[in-house]
């Protein structure tokens, strides 16, 4: 069985809402679950109440300017870097505010002693910022 991730959510919450996203009325989930529609009204907004806390809190982190490490590994190809830091900030939601070749120069400038020729020597990790920085 697969284990539940921890959320800002009930399981009664979640069930609540995947019943609603069926369409179900608050009058059909409070039937199916043997409760008071009240009670499924107050399920209902306290797991908007707790998703807005969560949202709230990613927006807090990310104005920390917490950077996200993107580890180009040993042996990768130079002209690989760039990719591979763009793919991670579109994963993130993350707008680089750089062309390719700004991204390679400031990983090859910062990174010098760790690339050999066309190639990582040595892992390199980049510190990718919520703005779009290295």
Same mark, same amino acid.
Do not use: W, Y
């Given at each position: 069985?697969?284990?539940?991730?921890?959320?800002?959510?009930?399981?009664?919450?979640i069930?609540?809402?995947?019943?609603?996203?069926?369409?179900?009325?608050?009058? !059909?989930?409070?039937?199916? #679950?043997?409760?008071?529609?009240?009670?499924v009204?107050?399920?209902?907004?306290?797991?908007?109440?707790?998703?807005?806390? /969560?949202?709230?809190?990613?927006?807090?982190?990310?104005? *920390? !300017?917490?950077? &996200?490490?993107?580890?180009?590994?040993?042996?990768?190809?130079?002209?690989?870097?760039?990719? #591979?830091? *763009?793919?991670? /900030?579109?994963?993130?939601?993350?707008?680089?505010?750089? &062309?390719?070749?700004?991204?390679?120069?400031?990983?090859? #400038?910062?990174?010098?002693?760790?690339?050999?020729?066309h190639?990582?020597?040595?892992?390199?990790?980049?510190?990718?910022?919520?703005?779009?920085? #290295?």
């Amino acid at each position: 069985m697969l284990k539940k991730p921890k959320t800002f959510l009930t399981d009664r919450q979640i069930e609540v809402l995947r019943m609603r996203k069926q369409g179900l009325t608050q009058e !059909e989930i409070a039937k199916h #679950l043997k409760t008071s529609r009240p009670n499924v009204t107050l399920l209902e907004r306290r797991a908007f109440e707790n998703m807005g806390r /969560a949202e709230a809190t990613l927006e807090v982190v990310n104005q *920390l !300017e917490i950077p &996200s490490t993107v580890t180009i590994m040993q042996g990768t190809i130079v002209t690989d870097i760039p990719r #591979l830091i *763009l793919d991670r /900030a579109d994963e993130l939601g993350i707008k680089m505010g750089g &062309s390719c070749m700004d991204i390679f120069e400031t990983v090859r #400038l910062k990174s010098r002693r760790k690339i050999k020729g066309h190639h990582v020597a040595t892992p390199i990790a980049v510190e990718l910022m919520p703005d779009g920085t #290295l």
